[in-house]
């Protein structure tokens, strides 16, 4: 299961998890409020936190009671999940969409999935161009969420990677060509889909590699 939250749905969550590692009691709304505001979310309406309260609920992420304390947690099993960031939309057809270096929401994704948030995002495709191509077993189509792993630095031919290009991103798979050019390679039913190709002195830069696909349609 997973669920975007907004950045402030983020931070009123991460008040949560702090309170309680810090105190050993989840927290009551108005230090849910207090905590918030260190953590740069400063709203002076406490019904503000009730309504947050009540999202992250919907979301799954919490569960109430009527008590003053009456939080719990969902999800926090041995297993747990990890709140992990999403980027700007990318684009798996020609490079025509920005992804934009700010976070538009978190998805909540199961640590059997990833097990460590802390260098990996997630962008949303926009396009066909590979749709043919498979991460993991599953393709990457319109619509699903790809995890991109920023800490790779070393590709291989075949590896499917997010390269930003002249500030635009895109999703393709990587090749090279005598060890110095570039050609990134759409895996698409269309035809119209072309290679790009890339030299050194190009202006370019590969985010990282995609790890996983996560579909919300079978």
Do not use: C
Not at 63 to 87: A, M, N
Request: avoid cysteine; proline fraction near 2%.
């Amino acid at each position: 299961m997973m669920n975007i939250l907004t950045p402030k749905q983020q931070i009123v969550l991460q008040a949560i998890k702090q309170f309680f590692s810090e105190n050993g009691t989840m927290p009551t709304v108005r230090e849910i409020q207090e905590t918030s505001g260190k953590l740069g979310l400063k709203l002076k309406s406490l019904r503000s936190f009730f309504l947050y309260l009540n999202e992250l609920e919907d979301k799954g992420y919490i569960e109430r009671t009527s008590e003053d304390r009456g939080i719990t947690l969902k999800g926090v099993t041995k297993d747990g999940f990890l709140d992990v960031p999403v980027f700007g939309m990318a684009s798996a057809g020609a490079a025509t969409m920005f992804a934009d270096q700010y976070i538009e929401g978190y998805l909540k994704v199961s640590k059997r999935i990833v097990r460590d948030s802390r260098n990996v995002f997630a962008i949303q495709v926009s396009g066909t161009s590979m749709n043919k191509a498979r991460v993991n077993g599953k393709t990457i189509q319109s619509g699903d969420f790809i995890l991109v792993d920023s800490t790779w630095k070393h590709y291989n031919n075949g590896d499917k990677v997010l390269v930003v290009i002249n500030g635009m991103a895109t999703v393709k798979t990587y090749r090279t060509v005598d060890g110095k050019n570039i050609v990134l390679l759409p895996e698409s039913s269309d035809k119209k889909h072309k290679p790009i190709f890339l030299t050194e002195e190009d202006d370019f830069v590969i985010n990282g590699k995609v790890i996983d696909v996560l579909k919300l349609n079978a």
